[in-house]
């Protein structure tokens, strides 16, 4: 079965600073892989998506992250962090099992961002 | 378009009680989802749709018992209310493209806390 790490569970950074999410996975075959941010009190918004192709993905809010296969990773990254990016953020992967396409969400990090 | 709404926000159950969380889309998606988050954990998988009248388990649908008559609606049936059922469940919905892998919009969530 598939399953998702994020081994920061808290993460502070100023604002201004670069930011690096850590994201491991572990699945069989070529996964899709997916970052979600949730703002609080608020549902997943997603900020971009790997399915295949070029291993660097843009998304939206000037994030961006890179598939890496030998090493399982999908790290997300933003070289500014501005303080309307505190919020949590998941990192998912998607797979096909007996249950038909599932989801399978790490346990999430929580950014703050100093002034 | 209001997107995926859900209704109530907030709910305190006893235990041995039963309800039904609201779950509506007006985008037309195929796909919809129930999915719970505990603290400090991510989301998990307990029931899902591919449209009207199919429905599927995910990845912990015990307790819990869902039906999709329309396209809009999903609804989520708890019976028999335990503590262990105590979570903010979010339900969300997708077109089903790219074998249903694009991106699902999220509603705002229920925070249920079962005493």
């Known amino acids: 079965a598939q399953s998702v790490t994020q081994p920061d569970i808290h993460i502070t950074v100023s604002e201004g600073a670069s930011l690096e999410l850590r994201c491991n996975y572990s699945y069989g075959a070529t996964p899709y892989l997916f970052w979600y941010v949730q703002s609080p009190g608020q549902g997943l918004q997603l900020l971009l998506k790997?399915?295949?192709?070029?291993?660097l993905v843009q998304g939206i809010k000037g994030f961006e992250a890179e598939f890496k296969r030998s090493q399982s990773s999908f790290n997300l990254r933003k070289p500014s962090v501005h303080w309307s990016d505190a919020a949590e953020y998941f990192c998912?992967?998607?797979?096909?099992?007996?249950?038909?396409?599932?989801?399978?969400f790490g346990g999430g990090t929580r950014l703050m961002v100093k002034p | 378009n209001a997107g995926v709404t859900q209704t109530p926000k907030f709910r305190i159950l006893k235990i041995g009680q039963s309800m039904t969380l609201q779950c509506a889309q007006d985008m037309n998606h195929n796909y919809m989802y129930w999915y719970r988050q505990d603290p400090g954990m991510g989301l998990k998988l307990i029931y899902y749709?591919?449209?009207?009248?199919?429905?599927d388990k995910g990845e912990v649908p015990n307790g819990y018992n869902v039906s999709r008559s329309t396209t809009e609606d999903f609804p989520l049936r708890l019976e028999l209310a335990a503590p262990s059922q105590t979570s903010v469940y979010f339900c969300a919905s997708n077109r089903g493209d790219r074998g249903g892998w694009d991106e699902q919009f999220f509603g705002p969530g229920t925070r249920l806390t079962v005493l």
């Open positions: 790997y399915f295949s192709g070029d291993t």
């Open positions: 998912a992967v998607g797979a096909r099992n007996n249950a038909g396409n599932m989801l399978t």
């Open positions: 749709s591919v449209g009207a009248g199919i429905t």
